[in-house]
């Protein structure tokens, strides 16, 4: 029998500003006719700019397993357990800025307490009813394991063998 335990810290700085200033885009002749015209006058037909991102996601991952093997021959093994790894989603620590958009709110035209200006529907952090990183973690999430060891060849003194594992991932965007 086998166990053990895991505690993984993450973190993600994103510093997106990327046409943040704006770029005017293209000059198709729209207000004269003429391309170069356009452009000469300063008039472009489209102009493009982004708002910046930046958000400093963290999160702490847990997960816990229990093993067991059961030699079925002297060249089979199977292996079979239980883990646990809850979906536990990432929270923006400084700003507290996740948003998330419910249609029920939007509905009843609820708009956000703590951002007034979002459309409505449109609900943050912090706002009530919503959690803080945008989506509820699930601490329901034990998942059978099972692994097969093959023996290929005789057993030979240097312990070389075939192995096949299958471990199931978690499906991390399914039910949130």
């Not at 037909?45 to 930046?54: D, E, G, H, K, V």
């Not at 958009?101 to 009530?128: C, E, H, I, M, W």
Request: aromatic letters at 12%.
């Amino acid at each position: 029998m086998a166990f053990g335990f895991d505690v993984t810290r993450e973190f993600s700085l994103i510093d997106q500003d990327f046409q943040s200033d704006g770029n005017y885009d293209r000059f198709r002749g729209v207000t004269s006719g003429d391309n170069m015209a356009d452009f000469l006058y300063g008039k472009p037909s489209a102009f493009n700019q982004i708002t910046p991102l930046y958000v400093n996601l963290r999160r702490n991952l847990y997960g816990t397993y229990f093993q067991d093997d059961f030699k079925i021959n002297r060249r089979i093994t199977v292996n079979l357990g239980l883990r646990w790894n809850p979906l536990i989603p990432f929270t923006d620590i400084p700003t507290n800025q996740i948003s998330q958009f419910n249609q029920a709110a939007y509905d009843a035209g609820v708009k956000s307490r703590r951002f007034p200006t979002l459309p409505k529907g449109q609900l943050v952090a912090g706002d009530p009813g919503v959690p803080a990183s945008g989506v509820y973690a699930r601490y329901q999430a034990v998942r059978p394991a099972a692994g097969l060891c093959v023996g290929l060849v005789r057993q030979r003194q240097d312990g070389r063998e075939g192995r096949l594992w299958t471990i199931p991932r978690p499906n991390v965007g399914a039910h949130v």
